[in-house]
């Protein structure tokens, strides 16, 4: 999520290990680098984990720490007596599951406030990302199925289209699960899952079945869809991050390229022409409460196929409804291609709102599917394959999507920044805002206090 500045950080904690001075560097070194590796791993943006490692090197007495981290590799880099000791980690290969965010973010409150002894957090941790998932396979790959019907509701609510959302949700949500414990093989899954939509869709067309192939190719490859990863190289771009932002943008680029080109693949392997790629469509009337219905049903499939943690589907829900409807106004009246930046402004700040002032789950558990939710990556998918047969409307499309990605990072930011003012301006509680997950729960300092941090 987007980043605030570090002038409002508390100091070191006195009470935890760092007071003493810390006896096994060398585990604090690898706590540092396998709980940032699991922030990026959360979706985290590498500015907001860089000022956690920072925050957390402090915590632990070791000021003078050099830390870079980048979406693949993390560097630390310590003094140890008249020599500088330098550790590297490689990024994570995999994202994590909401449950293990969560949990990820908490272990991290504590590692950064000093309080957590370094040979426990990383028990902790190993602990936390092997964990399996709170619900059984069949509710995964079920999940998945459901938060796909609700993106066909919103999107093109007929009952076809439905009932072929379904299924192939259902099929593609089988091939993750199946794939889960095989991370070598995540490179080719979107094009694979992309040929076997595809196939299926174009084959249901031409023999008479009445879908739209666009808004129902979508739905079960949203799963795959870079639009965040996108959104997240916008920010980091926009912060100075040039080596993430640009390796983001590219990466995302790619993977729509490849997803484009399953979608081609499975056209062609069913004898549909090029030409006739995206050319069907099917015109109906969409009832405007199919799409309300779609954001609840979509929340649903997100809490169990990301196996979310427990009591947290209804602060999921309201973030999503909050979102959607500031999306949808920012639509009437300023149009679609900024309505993204609306629905991050208020996506952002409430779900700091909910952890930080009713005890809810971390920003980053209520934020991301609301974020799903509002990224239009569908808009890039729809361009890059319309470059097969028009590449002029395609590279305009494109251009599109790139406005719209654009101004959705602008949201995430905006939205930080907005919150972080009012809070501290009303003096509502004390903000730390810095990372996702910080100071949970901390009362409000006295206005002294604050003038003098």
């Known amino acids: 999520m987007a980043e605030v500045q570090d002038a409002g950080s508390a100091p070191p904690s006195t009470t935890g290990p760092a007071s003493g001075g810390i006896k096994d560097v060398g585990a604090l070194l690898e706590l540092m680098l396998r709980l940032g590796k699991a922030e990026l791993a959360s979706g985290e943006a590498v500015t907001q984990v860089e000022l956690f490692m920072r925050r957390m090197a402090r915590a632990y007495g070791v000021g003078d720490a050099r830390i870079i981290v980048l979406p693949t590799a993390i560097f630390v880099t310590i003094e140890e007596g008249d020599e500088d000791r330098t550790v590297l980690s490689e990024g994570p290969r995999e994202n994590l599951r909401l449950d293990q965010v969560a949990d990820v973010y908490a272990l991290a409150d504590e590692a950064q406030r000093g309080t957590l002894e370094p040979a426990d957090g990383l028990l902790r941790l190993t602990e936390i990302l092997r964990r399996p998932s709170r619900f059984r396979p069949l509710v995964v790959v079920l999940g998945h199925a459901i938060l796909t019907v609700g993106l066909a509701l919103i999107l093109l609510p007929t009952f076809t289209n439905l009932l072929a959302a379904a299924v192939l949700g259902a099929l593609v949500g089988g091939v993750k699960m199946l794939n889960r414990d095989q991370p070598v093989l995540s490179i080719p899954m979107p094009v694979v899952a992309a040929l076997m939509v595809s196939a299926l869709v174009f084959l249901a067309v031409r023999y008479g079945l009445k879908v739209n192939p666009v808004q129902l190719l979508i739905p079960p490859l949203v799963t795959f869809l870079p639009g965040a990863m996108l959104t997240l190289a916008m920010v980091e771009l926009a912060y100075g991050d040039m080596v993430s932002g640009t390796s983001r943008l590219i990466t995302g680029f790619v993977q729509l390229v490849l997803l484009a080109f399953g979608i081609a693949a499975g056209a062609a392997l069913v004898g549909v022409s090029s030409e006739a790629l995206l050319a069907t469509s099917v ?171």
């Open 283 to 453: 015109e109906v009337g969409i009832e405007p409460w199919a799409a309300w219905l779609g954001v609840l049903v979509f929340g649903v499939g997100v809490y169990l196929h990301f196996s979310a943690p427990r009591w947290s589907l209804l602060w999921m829900l309201l973030v999503l409804f909050l979102a959607f409807a500031a999306q949808k106004a920012g639509g009437l009246l300023f149009g679609t291609q900024i309505s993204g930046f609306f629905g991050t402004l208020v996506a952002t700040p409430i779900g700091y709102l909910i952890q930080l002032r009713f005890r809810g789950p971390p920003a980053m558990v209520t934020f991301l599917p609301s974020f799903w939710l509002v990224v239009p990556g569908s808009f890039g998918l729809v361009s890059v394959t319309r470059m097969f047969t028009d590449r002029a409307a395609g590279l305009d499309g494109m251009v599109t999507a790139v406005f719209v990605v654009a101004s959705i990072a602008l949201g995430c930011l905006v939205g930080a920044s907005l919150y972080k003012w009012l809070t501290e301006y009303f003096g509502w509680w004390w903000l730390q805002i810095g990372r996702v997950g910080s100071y949970i729960g901390r009362i409000a300092q006295p206005k002294r206090a604050r003038k003098d941090d």
